[in-house]
Each structure stands twice: as structure tokens, then as C-alpha cells.
């Protein structure tokens, strides 16, 4: 732009018009999910493991599984998705740090350079002004914000798993007995403190971080029927008592890596996607007994939630079956406010004596549970375990009789109750299995 010399990427359109999007707001649109994930792309060179420190595709049924690199949010798990799954996506992600730097090295003014992270036609919804050019009305479209792309994400499903940060990892001592950290009931939605203004300073590496959601629209309209869900230990909770605290309140804010000792808070950005869903952590009632269950076990076990999605925090749709006609079996939905959609399901992932089992819960009156091996090929196995309870639950003849996840639960690990078992283990020898549980 003549102003400013940035860069700016410019599309033909009809009638000899054209389209001007500044770099920028390509690099806001397409990874501006969050703060940590930005932070990475403006600070050259881009590793991929500073995204994410494992990924695998599954080419038959479009599902990826990424475990998230340490302190990045699961808010950024689908630009990540894009960036893994597309050399182009890469290229621009990498092409931000890369084209500053090569500016800098030049000593000259530092605009970062993108593109489009994708190639072929797409659907673009922006907001902007007509400008005039060459004493023609109304030829230029300057974008001022970019507010949908159709272009479809690399992935038709996605699990992924956030890093539990070094920090908390050394705040938990070994041996100690760690909380559960289950998503709340009926909780609401954290709400930022008004009273925090934001500084250009390094944050302090002392104070308890926070988390700042941003309520936005849903930037990429194919990624609404597709499943994104987390992989959630239900183990280590917070370990909030180690950052110290004070009475005097804080009010300067700052974004990046904490590394002073000053009064200013670390916080980090996410989007959050508005729509129709509850509140993250309000529980579906359907699985009100389930989590109670849940609640017990966790005591004795080691539990992951494998659905966690932004929904409601507990649970995907169901998967859709279709017989040889391409009729989708009426079995698979539910009638609720506003007509008939697609049943809800729960994955769970059981560990016990080092032995694993999924349990699924679909939603229904009483819900159906039902436990799934879980095969080597994890990645793979959880979207046949979701397929396959979906195909047992439509054959079932479902009645009020139905055994509970901790009944279940105990049958498959030939246990008469968790609660007889640690009564006859001694305390001092049980303590010992639940830290081996805890750090396996």
C-alpha cells in the first residue's frame, strides 16, 4: 500500500476489478486463532515441532491425531491441522518470520509477507471499502476484514492433545495425590477481568497466567459438520497454589512469554467460536450418571476424555451410517427443541494395571454404554470405535435395563468394586500403585 509500502496480495475480479487483502489480515484470519500460535509465526525460524510434537494421518478415513507442542491452545488445533496436512498452508505460515527476518538482515522496514494457505477456488466473505483507481469508480475492493473462507481444511476429523507445561509438570511433586481436573458443572465461561489494561513489557514469571477468549464467528464454514475434539487426561489438575499471590490486585496485562519480575500479568488470546452450543464444561444431562461414575473410577484408574469438543466440552456427534440406498438409519437421531439432529456420543479411554479400554456412551433414555477394545493403531481406532458402537447401539433392543459404566467397568477388569479392592490393598502399597498410575 503507497502509505505504508506492506505487502498486500491482489485478486483479479470481473469487469476488470480487483481485490486488495493486506498481508496482515491474511496472517490474522487464517492463524490468528490465538496468541501462542501467532507468537511463533512473527519469531523466525518456524519449527513444526514448536506446533506440535507428533502427528499421523490416517488417509483412508481423513482423520488426524496431533499432540499440540507446549503452550499451544487447542482453539488452534484446525490451523495447525491445515498447516500439517498442506504444503502451502506451511509455506505461508513459515513465509511470516522468514520474510521479516530477510528484511531485517537488509536493514530495511519490516512488513511481513503471506498468501493464501491453500490452492483452488474458494468462497471468500469480506468487509471493506470500494476505492477509485485510474479515475474509474468503485475498482478496487480494499479488504478491511476477512470474515469467511469455504476452502475445505486437509482433515475430515480431528483429535487432538494439549501439553501439560513444564511449569506444571515441576509444580507436581512425586508421590502427591493430583485432583481431577473434569470439566465443571454448570459452570459459565470465565469472563476476562475489565480492570486489566495491556503493557508493552515483558510479563512476570510469578503470576498465575490468564486466558482471555475472544467470541468471534465461525471463520471456516466446513469445519461446522466435521468432528474436532480433544484428548483430555483426567488426572492433573491446575497447580494454581504455585504461583504467589497477593492481595494488592494486578492491573497490567501483556501477551508473549513471561520472563520478569515485574507486576504484570501474563495472558494469552484465543478465539472462541460463537454458535449454538452450551457452555464449555456444562455436563449433557444424559451423562449426568456417567460422569458420576467417572467421578468414582478416576479414584482407582486413569480416564481420558476423547470427545472433548467446543460444543459442550464432553461429546462429538454420532457417526452418520447410511445402508446400500444411502437412507441414514433413523435410529442414529433424536428429537429435541427445534426438530430431529444427530444423537451425541462419549469416548472414554480406561486405564487399568496396564491394560486400556474404551468406553462410549450414546445418548439416549437410559444412555447406551457399551466398552470398545481399543487396537494398536490408536489413531485409527477411534474413529472405528465411534463407527462400530454406532452400528452395535442401531442392532440393540434398547430398554430400561442398563448396567452402569462402573459396572462395567469392574466386570472387564474382574474387580468385585474398586472400593472392596483398595480396602483390601494396604494404604502405604496402594499409594505407591496410584503414583505409578499417575506418572505412567
Same mark, same amino acid.
Given at each position: ?114 498468501? $493464501?494457505?491453500?490452492? #483452488?477456488?474458494?468462497?471468500?466473505? +469480506? !468487509? ?7 479515475? &474509474?469508480? /468503485? =475498482? ?102 504455585? $504461583?504467589?499471590?497477593? #492481595?494488592?490486585?494486578?492491573?497490567? +496485562? !501483556? ?7 515485574? &507486576?504484570? /500479568? =501474563? ?112 489413531? +485409527? ?60
Amino acid at each position: 500500500m503507497g502509505s505504508t509500502h506492506s505487502y498486500c496480495v491482489l485478486i483479479d475480479l470481473p469487469d476488470n476489478r480487483r481485490m486488495v487483502i493486506p498481508c496482515l489480515e491474511l496472517i490474522r484470519f487464517y492463524f490468528g486463532s490465538s496468541s501462542p500460535l501467532l507468537a511463533k509465526l512473527f519469531l523466525p525460524p518456524l519449527e513444526r515441532d514448536s506446533l506440535y510434537s507428533h502427528a499421523t494421518f490416517d488417509r483412508r478415513t481423513a482423520l488426524l491425531k496431533l499432540n499440540l507442542a507446549e503452550g499451544m491452545f487447542g482453539r488452534s488445533a484446525a490451523d495447525i491441522g491445515r498447516i500439517y496436512g498442506c504444503q502451502r498452508a506451511w509455506s505461508a505460515a513459515a513465509m511470516v518470520g522468514a520474510s521479516m527476518l530477510k528484511a531485517s538482515i537488509a536493514g530495511k522496514s519490516i512488513h511481513p509477507q503471506s498468501w $493464501f494457505p491453500f490452492e #483452488g477456488k474458494s468462497t471468500l466473505v +469480506a !468487509a471493506g471499502k470500494w476505492l477509485t483507481f485510474g479515475g &474509474r469508480e /468503485r =475498482s478496487t475492493f480494499l479488504v478491511y476484514n476477512l470474515r469467511s473462507c469455504s476452502h475445505p481444511l486437509p482433515f475430515q476429523s480431528l483429535f487432538y492433545e494439549e501439553a501439560l507445561s513444564s511449569s506444571m509438570r515441576r509444580s507436581a511433586p512425586r508421590g502427591a495425590k493430583t485432583g481431577v481436573a473434569t470439566p465443571p458443572r454448570n459452570s459459565s465461561r470465565s469472563e476476562f477481568p475489565s480492570k486489566l489494561s495491556f503493557v508493552d513489557q515483558d510479563a512476570s514469571s510469578s503470576l498465575a497466567p490468564q486466558k482471555l477468549e475472544v467470541r468471534t464467528e465461525s471463520r471456516f464454514p466446513d469445519l461446522i459438520p466435521k468432528n474436532v475434539c480433544r484428548v483430555h487426561t483426567l488426572e492433573a489438575k491446575s497447580q494454581r497454589e504455585r $504461583f504467589a499471590t497477593s #492481595g494488592e490486585p494486578v492491573s497490567d +496485562a !501483556a501477551v508473549g512469554e513471561p520472563g520478569s519480575s515485574r &507486576r504484570v /500479568r =501474563s495472558v494469552d488470546v484465543a478465539l472462541f467460536i460463537s454458535g449454538p452450543q452450551t457452555a464449555l464444561g456444562d455436563v449433557p444431562e444424559f451423562l449426568d450418571e456417567v460422569v458420576d461414575d467417572v467421578g468414582l473410577l478416576r479414584e482407582f484408574l486413569s480416564i481420558k476424555l476423547l470427545t472433548e469438543s467446543q460444543r459442550d466440552g464432553w461429546t462429538t456427534d454420532i457417526t452418520v451410517l447410511h445402508d446400500v440406498d444411502g437412507v441414514i438409519d433413523a435410529s442414529l437421531f433424536i428429537e429435541s427443541e427445534g426438530g430431529s439432529r444427530l444423537r451425541r456420543a462419549s469416548l472414554f479411554e480406561v486405564r487399568h494395571a496396564g491394560a486400556r479400554v474404551c468406553a462410549v456412551v450414546i445418548e439416549a433414555k437410559p444412555p447406551y454404554v457399551r466398552l470398545h477394545p481399543i487396537a494398536d493403531d490408536e489413531e +485409527a481406532s477411534l474413529w472405528a470405535t465411534l463407527r462400530n458402537a454406532a452400528e452395535n447401539f442401531m442392532k440393540c433392543t434398547h430398554d430400561t435395563k442398563s448396567e452402569s459404566l462402573y459396572e462395567l467397568v469392574c466386570q472387564h477388569f474382574n474387580v468385585r468394586s474398586f472400593e472392596d479392592t483398595l480396602r483390601k490393598v494396604p494404604m502405604e502399597d496402594f499409594h505407591l500403585q496410584a503414583e505409578d498410575q499417575l506418572l505412567r
